[in-house]
C-alpha cells in the first residue's frame, strides 16, 4: 500500500517505539489527573450568576444593607390535629431555643418567639408569644391562636391559615468556606430533626429553603460523579463490546476516553476550577466524545484488518484515513464548547473549557496511544462484520435509488419539526431542579402544599434621607404597598415595617381596634419603634427589616399559587407588576427593584439565552469558516451549514412539542451540539470530496463511496454519544437531564439527517449549472416622448418653490466646518487599506471592465467578492448592482408580477417605490413603523411581498422588524428588507440588523446601498441562491449596465475586511450617537424616538427648515436637507449623520450651537417639538387607583 510519507514516517516511528508511546502517553495522562486531588465542590447555588449579574449584584447590595439571605425554614407538622397543645407548643418552644445554639445562627423566628405586643393597664407589654409550659391554659392557647392565625406578619409564613403546621425560620451567617459550613449546618439540622422525631414520634420535620437547596446542589452535583460516571463505564464497556465485537478495539476505546476524562479534569484541578451541580457532567461529556473519536480509528483499522490486511498497514491507514477528518472535527467540537463560556451562567463557561480540554486531549491520544495500543495487542481478524456495516451500504443505496422522494420527505419533515419552535417558553422552575429521589424535593413541596411559599421578592424600600423612615407619607406609602401586595393572588405573606407600625398605634392607644392605623406625626412614630426595639431581645432586633441610618425598610414578599411555587415564567410578570405600581405609586421608591435568588433564577435563561447569541453566532461563523476552508468549496462548503443546522432546528422543535419549556441548561444546547454535529458532516464529506476530486467519481458513486467508507463509523459513534448523554439524562438534576436528553435528540436527529438529507441535498446541489442561452429580446418602450407643456408646467412650479432659496442647498462649509451629510458612519473613506488595494489594481492594469454582469463567469473577481458578502450577510447569496437603486428597483421588479399585492411602509427609500410600480403589481402602503396597519392590509388582500427599510435614512427611525417578520409569516408574506443604513453600523461585525436580531432565517431578501457605511459605489441583491442566479440574467441594470469596475471590486473586498476587523469604529459610532440624542433630548429636540446613528432634526415646514439650516451652518454645523418628496409634505427635517470619526469636543460643539440656536429657530412651534410634548404628556398621566 502507498501511504503519505508524513503519516508513514510517523506512523513507523509510533509501531517501532510503541511501548514508550502507550507507557508514556498515560505516564503523563495520570501525572496531570492527579490534579484532581485538589479538585473542590461547592453547593452555593449563586455560582449561577456571574459577577457582573445585575440581579446577583442587587440582591448582594439589598444583603448588604439588612442581612444575609442564608436561610432554613423548618416545617413542623403534626400526624394529626393542629399545632395549639400544651405538648406541641412547648415542643415548638424547645426546638427554637435549640436551635439558636446550632452552628453560624444569626436569628430564629417561630410563633412561639414572635415579639408579642399587648397593653396591660397602662404599659406596653412586649414578650414571647408562647412561654414556658406552665402558663399553657386553655384560655391562653386560645389567645396564641388568635394572634398566630390574624397576625399578618404570621400566617401564610410561620404558620398555616389552618393552624395545623407552623415553621421555624432560622437564618445563618456563612463563614468564606460555605462548602464546609453547609454541610456542618446541614447535618446538625438533620441530628435535630431524628431527635425530635424519635421524642415526638406523632411529629414531622420538613426542611426547605436557600441553605436546603445549596445542599441540594452540593448532592446533585456528588451524586452525578458517583453514580452517572460508573453507570456511563459500564455502558460503554457493553455497547462497544456489541458493536465493535473486538475486545482489544473495545479496550482501546475505553481506555482513550478514561485517559481523556482524568486528564481533563486534573487540568480542571490545577487550574483551581471548583466543580458544581452545572459542571459536575463534564467528565460523562468527555467519555463520551472521546469514544466517538476512538470509534472512527479502532472501526477503520478493524474493517481493513478484516479484509485482509496486515495489522501494520491496517493501523496505518487507519491513521492516514482518519486524521484530516478528525483533526477537523476535534476543532469544531472544542470551539463549539468554549463558546460555552459565552453563557451568563459561569458554571457553563467551566463545563465547555473542561470539555475542550478533554476533546483536546481525546485527539492527541487518538494517533498516539490508539494506535500504539493497538500495536501491542494480540488481535484476531475479525470473523464477523463490524455493526452496522450492511445496513450503512443498503442505506446508500436506498437515498441514492429515491433521492427526491428522499429530499422532499426530510424537508417536510424539518418543516413540521421547526413548527414545534414557536411552542417553546422560556422557564425554569429551581424546585424542578430536583427530581422525587431528593428529600429537598419532597420537603419543599410538603410546605408549598401546607404552609407557605418558597419564592421569596425582597425590596427596599428608600425614605427621603437619614430617619426618613418615620416620615407619615413614608408609612403611608408603605401601608398602601403593603396591602395592594397581598391582595395579589400569587402573595401568601408580607413582611412589612408598616404591620408593626399599626399594632404599636393601637397598644400603645388603648388597645383598640379603631387605632389600628398608622401613627400620623414623625416623632410619635420615632418613639414609638424604639420603645417596640428596646423591649425586642438579643437577636430578634429589626435590623434585619430597617436600614441602621433608617433610611429605608425592606418588604419581603413570599409567593405561592395553587399550593405550588412559581414557575419563572410567572415570576417574571409579577415582578414587572410589582415595579410598575412601585413607579406609579412609590414616591420615594419609584425605581426600586424586586430581587432574590428566585427572581435570579428566574432571568437566568433568559439572559443566558441573551449572552449566548453573541457566542454561539461566532461560534457558528468561526466553524463555518473552517468547513469552507478544510472543505475547499464554497459551495460545498455551504451546503454542509444545511444539515448542521438543520438537527439543532429539528431537536428544538421536537423539544417544543414534547416539553414545551427550555431553562437555562437547554439554552447552551446548540452551541455544545453544533461542534458535535459537525463531526459527521465532516467526516461524510470529506469521503465524498475525496470520491469526487480524487477517484474521479459521480456523485451518486461518491455518495455510495461515503455510506461505506464511514457510514458504519458514524453509526457506531452516534450510538455511542447518544447512549452517554441518555445515561446524563438520567440524573436526578435537571439542568444535566434536560442537557443530556435534548443533546442526545439533536445528535440521533443529526445522523438521520447525515445519512438521509445531507446525500440527497448533495445530490440536488453538487451539480454543474447549465449555461444561459438564447437571445434577450428588448420590448420598445413607447412613452419615451416627452410632452413638452407638461414639462414647462413642472419646472415652472419648481422655480417658483425655490424662490426663496434652495432647500436642498446652503452656504459652503469652511475650514472648521463639522460635516454631517456624508453617510460614511465608519469614517473609512480613503482607509490606507483600501487605497491601497484600489491603486495596486490600477497600477497593475490587468483587469479590464466587464460589460455585463449577467455574462460573468464564476471565478470572476465580482463573483467571489459576492461570496465573501454572502458570507459576511449569512445568506446563501448575494448580486453587486451598479448602485442602491439598481438593486432596489430591479429586486422588486424580478420578484414580484401583477398578480402580488406588494405592501410597503410609506417611509420606505423612493427606489422601492420605483420598483413596485415598475412591476405593475398592486401597491399596498402601510402606516410607517405600524406592523399591525400592516396585518389588516395582508389580512384582506393576501401573501404578497412586504417591504421595509432596516434604518429609514430620512429620519433615522429603526424598523420594528421582530414584529414585521412575525406579521409577514403569519400572512404567508416574503419580506424584502432595505438594509443600507444597518449593515456595517449594526452587528457585531456590522452584518446588519436582520443579523444581529437572529432573523436571517426568517428575512427572504436583503438590499443595500453600499454608499453608506461601506463608503463605496454600488448596491447589493442578497437572497437564496437560486433566485439570484435568476436576478443575474433576468435583472435589466445587470444586463444592460456594466459590471463594477475591478478597482471597486478590489476596494469593497478591501473595506469588507476593515469593517469586519475595526469593531472600534462601530462602537466609537454608537457612543457619539447615544451620547448626542441624549443632550439634543435634553434640549427638547424631539430626538429620543429612535437610537440610531442618524438624527433628524425635524422643522415642519420647508422654510422652517432652511431657517434651521441656515443657523446651523452660520455656526459651522452642515447637515444634510430633506424635503418633499423625499419626506411628506411639511414635514420637512434637517438629518445630522453621526460618524466614528468625531471628537468629543465636536460633540459639544454641536450640542453647544444646538442649545444656541432653539431660540432663534423656534423650537418650541415645530409640530415635531408639540408632538413629542403630547406623547410625554400621555405617557405621564397618572393612572388610576389599584
Known amino acids: ?118 397593653v396591660v393597664g397602662d404599659e406596653l407589654i412586649i414578650d414571647d408569644l408562647v412561654s414556658d409550659r406552665s402558663q399553657l391554659t386553655e384560655s391562653s392557647i386560645s389567645e396564641i391562636r388568635r394572634v398566630a392565625l390574624t397576625d399578618p406578619s404570621l400566617g401564610g409564613l410561620l404558620i398555616s391559615r389552618d393552624g395545623r403546621v407552623t415553621g421555624v425560620a432560622i437564618n445563618f451567617r456563612l463563614p468564606e468556606k460555605t462548602p464546609e459550613a453547609i454541610r456542618e449546618i446541614v447535618a446538625h439540622l438533620h441530628d435535630l430533626e431524628a431527635d425530635i422525631e424519635a421524642r415526638h414520634p406523632d411529629i414531622n420535620i420538613h426542611m426547605t429553603g436557600n441553605i ?14 458517583m453514580t452517572l460516571i460508573p453507570a456511563m463505564f459500564v455502558a460503554i464497556v ?113 463545563l465547555g473549557t473542561i470539555v475542550a480540554v478533554g476533546v483536546t486531549t481525546a485527539f492527541f491520544l487518538s494517533f498516539t496511544f490508539v494506535p500504539a495500543f493497538l500495536a501491542i495487542m494480540r488481535i484476531e481478524k475479525p470473523r464477523k462484520r463490524i455493526f452496522g456495516q450492511r445496513l450503512s451500504i443498503a442505506l446508500g443505496s436506498f437515498v441514492v435509488s429515491h433521492r427526491r422522494w ?71 406609602m408603605l401601608d398602601k404597598f403593603t396591602t395592594w401586595l397581598r391582595k395579589q393572588p400569587e402573595v401568601v405573606n408580607v413582611q412589612s415595617l408598616s404591620d408593626i407600625m399599626r399594632r404599636l398605634n393601637r397598644d400603645l392607644n388603648g388597645g383598640g381596634e379603631d387605632a389600628y392605623t398608622l401613627p400620623q406625626e414623625r416623632d410619635l412614630a420615632a418613639q414609638y419603634l424604639l420603645l417596640y426595639e428596646m423591649s425586642l431581645p438579643r437577636g430578634l432586633d429589626l435590623n ?15 409567593l405561592r399559587r395553587d399550593g405550588a411555587n412559581l414557575p419563572s415564567k410567572d415570576l417574571r410578570p409579577l415582578a414587572l407588576r410589582i415595579d410598575a405600581w412601585l413607579a406609579r405609586n412609590g414616591d420615594t421608591a419609584r425605581d426600586a427593584k424586586g430581587s432574590g435568588i428566585s427572581l435570579m433564577f428566574a432571568y437566568l435563561s433568559e439572559r443566558n439565552i441573551s449572552a449566548m447569541l453573541v457566542s454561539t453566532a461566532f461560534a457558528l461563523l468561526l466553524i463555518s469558516g473552517i468547513l469552507v476552508l478544510a472543505l475547499r468549496s464554497i459551495k460545498i462548503g455551504i451546503a454542509s451549514l444545511v444539515p448542521n443546522f438543520v438537527p439543532a432546528i429539528m431537536g428544538f422543535g421536537l423539544w ?24 459527521d458532516t465532516i467526516h461524510f464529506l470529506s469521503k465524498y470530496l475525496q470520491g469526487r476530486r480524487e477517484l474521479g467519481k459521480a456523485p451518486e458513486e461518491a455518495i455510495l463511496y461515503s455510506f461505506r467508507s464511514v457510514g458504519t463509523a458514524l453509526m457506531v459513534t452516534t450510538l455511542v454519544l447518544v447512549a452517554g448523554f441518555l445515561v446524563l439524562a ?104 483600501i487605497v491601497r488595494a484600489q491603486s495596486d489594481l490600477l497600477r497593475g492594469n490587468r483587469e479590464r471592465p466587464f460589460m455585463s454582469a449577467a455574462l460573468l463567469a464564476k471565478n470572476a473577481p465580482q463573483r467571489s467578492v459576492e461570496g465573501q458578502l454572502a458570507a459576511f450577510l449569512g445568506v446563501e447569496d448575494t448580486v453587486l448592482c451598479q448602485s442602491g437603486w439598481c438593486a432596489n428597483v430591479d429586486l422588486l421588479q424580478t420578484i414580484a408580477d401583477q398578480d402580488t399585492p406588494i405592501y410597503l411602509d410609506i417611509y420606505v427609500h423612493a427606489s422601492l417605490w420605483e420598483g413596485a410600480r415598475m412591476s405593475k403589481a398592486p401597491i399596498h402602503p402601510f402606516r410607517h413603523n405600524q406592523p399591525g396597519s400592516l396585518a389588516k392590509k395582508a389580512q384582506r388582500h393576501g401573501p404578497g411581498i412586504v417591504v421595509v427599510d432596516a434604518i429609514y435614512s430620512s429620519n433615522g427611525d429603526v424598523c420594528p422588524m421582530v414584529e414585521i417578520v412575525e406579521v409577514a409569516e403569519q400572512h404567508g408574506c416574503l419580506l424584502v428588507v432595505d438594509e443600507s443604513h444597518s449593515v456595517g453600523t449594526y452587528g457585531a461585525n456590522g452584518e446588519g440588523l436582520v443579523a444581529s436580531l437572529g432573523l436571517s432565517d ?85 430626538v429620543d424616538e429612535s437610537d440610531s446613528q442618524v438624527v433628524a432634526l425635524e422643522a415642519g415646514p420647508e422654510r422652517r427648515s432652511m431657517q434651521l439650516r441656515d443657523a446651523l451652518e452660520n455656526a459651522g454645523i452642515f447637515g444634510a436637507v430633506f424635503c418633499a418628496p423625499a419626506t411628506p409634505q411639511n414635514r420637512s427635517l434637517i438629518r445630522l449623520s453621526i460618524n466614528s470619526a468625531l471628537t468629543d469636543a465636536q460633540v459639544e460643539r454641536i450640542i453647544r450651537v444646538c442649545a444656541d440656536v432653539r431660540d432663534a429657530v423656534d423650537l418650541d412651534t415645530w409640530p415635531s417639538t408639540l408632538r413629542r410634548r403630547n406623547r410625554r404628556n400621555a405617557v405621564h398621566k397618572v393612572a388610576p387607583a389599584t
Open 544 to 558: 434585619d427589616r430597617i436600614k441602621v441610618d433608617r433610611s429605608g425598610t425592606r418588604v419581603s414578599v413570599m
Open 730 to 833: 438520567t440524573s436526578g438534576f435537571k439542568v444535566s437531564s434536560s442537557l443530556g436528553l435534548l443533546t442526545a435528540i439533536v445528535l440521533a436527529l443529526a445522523l438521520i439527517a447525515d445519512f438521509l438529507f445531507l446525500p440527497s441535498l448533495l445530490l440536488q446541489f453538487d451539480r454543474v449549472a447549465k449555461d444561459v442561452a438564447g437571445d434577450l429580446t428588448v420590448l420598445a418602450d413607447d412613452t419615451r416622448s416627452l410632452e413638452l407643456p407638461g414639462l414647462t408646467q413642472r419646472v415652472r412650479k419648481y422655480l417658483e418653490r425655490i424662490r426663496d432659496g434652495l432647500p436642498l442647498r446652503g452656504k459652503p462649509p469652511g475650514d472648521n466646518a463639522i460635516e454631517l451629510w456624508s453617510n460614511d458612519y465608519l469614517s473609512i473613506a480613503g482607509h490606507p487599506k
Open 238 to 350: 457493553v455497547i462497544m463490546t456489541i458493536l465493535v465485537r473486538s475486545f482489544a478495539g473495545m479496550a482501546a476505546v475505553v481506555l482513550l476516553a478514561v485517559l481523556s476524562s482524568m486528564t481533563a479534569v486534573g487540568v480542571a484541578g490545577w487550574s483551581g476550577v471548583v466543580i458544581n451541580a452545572g459542571s459536575s457532567s463534564a467528565p460523562l461529556i468527555i467519555l463520551t466524545m472521546a469514544l466517538a473519536y476512538g470509534v472512527h480509528l479502532v472501526t477503520k483499522f478493524l474493517s481493513d484488518f478484516g479484509s485482509g490486511w496486515s495489522k501494520r498497514e491496517a493501523i496505518v491507514n487507519s491513521v492516514e484515513f482518519n486524521l484530516s477528518p478528525v483533526s477537523l472535527t476535534s476543532v469544531t467540537s472544542a470551539i463549539g464548547f468554549l463558546s460555552m463560556n459565552g453563557s451568563d451562567a459561569p458554571p457553563f463557561h467551566d
Open 406 to 476: 428522499v429530499f422532499w420527505t426530510m424537508s417536510a419533515l424539518i418543516v413540521v419539526l421547526a413548527t414545534g419552535i414557536s411552542r417553546i417558553e422560556l422557564n425554569d422552575d429551581w424546585v424542578g431542579y430536583f427530581d422525587e429521589r431528593f428529600e429537598f424535593r419532597h420537603d419543599t413541596e410538603f410546605i408549598l402544599e401546607n404552609l407557605t411559599g418558597i419564592d421569596l421578592l425582597e425590596y427596599s424600600i428608600p425614605a427621603m434621607g437619614e430617619q426618613g423612615i418615620f416620615e407619615p407619607s413614608y408609612l403611608k
Open 1002 to 1086: 426568517r428575512v427572504h431578501y436583503r438590499t443595500l446601498s453600499l454608499s453608506k457605511a461601506f463608503a463605496t459605489r454600488a448596491g447589493l441583491v442578497a437572497g437564496p441562491a437560486r433566485v439570484m442566479e435568476f436576478f443575474r440574467h433576468e435583472a435589466r441594470s445587470m444586463l444592460f449596465s456594466s459590471a463594477i469596475m475591478p478597482h471597486e471590486i478590489a476596494g469593497l473586498r478591501a473595506t469588507l475586511e476593515v469593517i469586519q476587523s475595526e469593531g472600534w469604529r462601530r462602537e466609537k459610532l454608537w457612543e457619539r450617537a447615544t451620547y448626542l440624542r441624549r443632550r439634543l433630548s435634553e434640549l427638547g429636540y424631539n
Open 656 to 679: 417544543g412539542y414534547l416539553q414545551g419549556e427550555v431553562g437555562v441548561a437547554v439554552s447552551v444546547v446548540a452551541a455544545m451540539t453544533f461542534g458535535i454535529v459537525v463531526d
Open 212 to 225: 436546603m437547596l445549596m445542599a441540594a446542589f452540593d448532592e446533585a452535583s456528588l451524586d452525578d460523579m
Open 1 to 118: 500500500m502507498a501511504f503519505s510519507p508524513l503519516v508513514q514516517a510517523y506512523c513507523e516511528f509510533l509501531l517501532r517505539r510503541r511501548w514508550m508511546v502507550a507507557v508514556l502517553s498515560v505516564l503523563i495522562c495520570l501525572a496531570i489527573s492527579s490534579g484532581a486531588l485538589h479538585l473542590a465542590t461547592t453547593p452555593d447555588n449563586r455560582v449561577f450568576f456571574g459577577t457582573s449579574n445585575p440581579d446577583l449584584k442587587a440582591f448582594e447590595t439589598l444583603e448588604a444593607a439588612y442581612r444575609e439571605g442564608n436561610d432554613v425554614l423548618l416545617a413542623v407538622a403534626p400526624a394529626t390535629g393542629d399545632i395549639f397543645t400544651p405538648d406541641r407548643l412547648t415542643m415548638v418552644r424547645e426546638l427554637t431555643e435549640a436551635l439558636w445554639s446550632g452552628p453560624y445562627v444569626t436569628r430564629v423566628d417561630s410563633i412561639t418567639n414572635f415579639q408579642h405586643s399587648h
